[in-house]
């Protein structure tokens, strides 16, 4: 009995570490090794940004990704903004916007990475005469640079300048973006 028990505990023992020799066996916990492997594949991120005054705004945007090489991503999101303009008393106003944005990255150094996106977003704006608010669909292409700090496991801290091309009348975009955002596994 005595034998069979250590018998017992060195399979165990011996099989448990032939286990975690396999890279792909606990992957993020989990112990499928195929879902396991699917998973590292993806990063989740995202932005949130505001400002308060005579004009408030908050601007918030999730992205879910898929790294199609270890040094490049693809990837979707939902964008969120909220717009109170007080700078007119007459002409004061709230909008919501919604919309989603497309986007590819490119690590190119440890560090830095090439960004570029497409963001779509329908929100309400002031007709030509600034008479009455109408909705529209405003997209918006951009592309930069940035630079990644990584904080703690997968946690990366991303800054990036942003260049908007052909932004639309409608844009609350300038020509310059510069966008700080914390991402999940890139």
Same mark, same amino acid.
């Given at each position: 009995?005595?034998?069979?028990?250590?018998? $017992?505990?060195?399979?165990?023992?011996?099989l448990?570490?032939?286990?975690?020799?396999?890279s792909? =066996?606990? /992957?993020d916990g989990? *112990?499928?090794?195929?879902?396991?492997?699917?998973?590292t594949?993806? $990063?989740?991120?995202?932005?949130?940004?505001?400002?308060?005054?005579d004009v408030?705004?908050?601007?918030?945007?999730?992205?879910?990704?898929?790294?199609?090489a270890?040094?490049?991503?693809?990837?979707?999101?939902? /964008?969120?903004?909220y717009?109170? *303009? =007080?700078?007119?008393?007459?002409?004061?106003y709230?909008? &919501?916007?919604?919309? @989603?944005?497309?986007?590819? #990255? #490119?690590?190119? $150094?440890?560090?830095?990475l090439?960004?570029?996106?497409?963001?779509v977003?329908?929100?309400? /704006?002031w007709?030509?005469? #600034?008479?009455?608010?109408?909705?529209?669909?405003? @997209?918006?292409?951009?592309?930069g640079?940035?630079y990644? #700090?990584?904080?703690? &496991?997968?946690f990366?801290?991303? /800054?990036?300048?942003l260049?908007?091309f052909?932004?639309?009348?409608?844009s609350?975009?300038?020509?310059?973006?510069?966008r700080?955002?914390?991402?999940?596994?890139?």
């Open positions: 009995m005595k034998k069979l028990l250590v018998l $017992f505990a060195f399979l165990t023992i011996a448990n570490s032939a286990k975690a020799q396999d792909l =066996a606990y /992957v989990f *112990d499928n090794p195929k879902l396991g492997a699917l998973l594949h993806f $990063f989740i991120g995202g932005d949130i940004s505001g400002s308060g005054g408030d705004y908050f601007y918030f945007a999730p992205t879910l990704g898929y790294k199609i270890n040094d490049m991503g693809v990837g979707i999101g939902p /964008v969120y903004t717009l109170h *303009d =007080a700078r007119l008393p007459k002409k004061e709230t909008t &919501n916007g919604y919309g @989603g944005r497309i986007f590819a #990255q #490119q690590r190119l $150094f440890s560090y830095t090439l960004y570029a996106e497409y963001e977003i329908n929100v309400d /704006v007709n030509v005469f #600034q008479t009455n608010l109408s909705r529209h669909t405003i @997209g918006n292409g951009m592309a640079v940035g990644t #700090q990584p904080l703690f &496991n997968r990366n801290f991303t /800054v990036m300048g260049y908007v052909a932004p639309s009348k409608y609350y975009y300038n020509d310059i973006i510069i700080a955002g914390i991402n999940l596994g890139f």
